[in-house]
């Protein structure tokens, strides 16, 4: 009887229940002291490369969110290609991100 309720509710709101569940979903990755969390926005039927790098320093959590015009066909692909730009902008930026 429940599965009956969860694909009534799957079938009625399942764009936002797909989306929720792709940010629960997160890929992240340990980069020279930073950590780089991809998240790809979808953009029509593609995706754009999007990240979040962040540092903890002794007091506070410092963010830098990314968003770059690269398109992808698919959430995989987007995905590791943001991990890639998120280790690219680390390596040519440093903790000038965060200024």
Known sequence: ML???VNL???LF???LDKKAASKHETS??????TIRAKPQ?????????????????KFMKEHKFVRA?????RE???????????QIIDLEGEKIFN
Do not use: M, P
């Not at 490369?49 to 002794?58: E, F, H, P, R």
């Open 42 to 58: 979808k953009n029509g039927v593609q995706w754009l490369t999007a990240g979040v790098i962040s540092k903890k320093d002794d």
């Open 77 to 87: 692909s987007a995905i590791e290609f943001s991990i890639y730009k998120g280790q």
């Open 14 to 16: 399942g764009f936002r």
């Open 3 to 5: 599965d009956v309720i």
């Open 29 to 34: 990755c340990f980069y020279k002291g930073y």
């Open 70 to 74: 690269d398109f992808h066909s698919n």
């Open 9 to 11: 509710f799957r079938g």
